[in-house]
């Protein structure tokens, strides 16, 4: 088993960043693809950034350029550094991991973080 505890989210002005954190305890990390995905009121959990256990990167369109996901495995930690937040971006984000490529149906999920962008 593999526990999932996110944090880092809050109350920002638009223009703004945060960055997220997700750490794992329970097996080894670096073995595990980890996600991040979002929710906001009324819409379906949607992908937003992955990392692989070699460090490759995936982001969704539109937190290219802005999104940041990253990884240390000697801490058991992923992290989701986000810039240039819009209101768009408001959301519970949820961390995940899964030993294949992390998708809506990964394995393991943390219980979300509130992320708020003010206009």
């Known amino acids: 088993q593999v526990q999932l505890v996110e944090s880092g989210g809050g109350l920002v002005q638009a223009g703004g960043s945060l960055r997220l954190s997700c750490t794992a305890s329970?097996?080894?990390?670096?073995?595990?693809?980890v996600g991040w995905f979002r929710q906001a009121p009324g819409k379906e959990r949607e992908f937003v950034a992955a990392?692989?256990?070699?460090?490759?990167?995936y982001y969704v369109d539109s937190v290219k350029g802005r999104f940041t996901i990253s990884r240390d495995n000697t801490k058991n930690t992923a992290f989701l550094q986000m810039n240039s937040l819009k209101p768009e971006d408001t959301a519970v984000y949820y961390c995940?991991?899964?030993?294949?490529?992390?998708?809506?149906?990964?394995?393991?999920w943390g219980q979300g973080t509130q992320v708020t962008v003010s206009s």
């Open positions: 995940a991991a899964d030993s294949q490529q992390v998708t809506a149906h990964a394995d393991y």
């Open positions: 329970g097996r080894t990390f670096s073995r595990y693809y």
């Open positions: 990392i692989g256990r070699t460090g490759r990167t």
